[in-house]
């Protein structure tokens, strides 16, 4: 079960176009239970429980970084299912989240 003093997504905006990338100094363990996913970072020491749509977008960055419309063709494949277009906002405010942790980087700019 996930720490209850782990942060929660509620915190960050989400960001506008860009692209994003892990961090270099990242290294990500995972577990998952059932439908819950939690992440612990090494380097940082932090705990957070994250739903399976981010997970399959921080599979993703880990394999190269990508833009939201770049996740947007790829998660479906990975997830094996079709998206609705309500996913898309929810995902940018966790990748933002992520960015403000320290565990991913976000450049504004797409290439």
Known sequence: MADSNAPTLTAAPALPG?????????????RCWGEDWVLFDKGSGQTLQLDALLVAALTELEQSPAT????QQRLPLLLERALPAEVWPGLSQGLGFLV???LLRHSAHEN
């Not at 939201?68 to 996740?71: G, I, Q, R, S, V």
């Open 18 to 30: 860009g692209r994003w990338s892990l961090h270099p100094l990242a290294e990500f363990h995972w």
């Open 100 to 102: 403000e942790q320290g």
């Open 68 to 71: 939201l419309a770049e996740l």
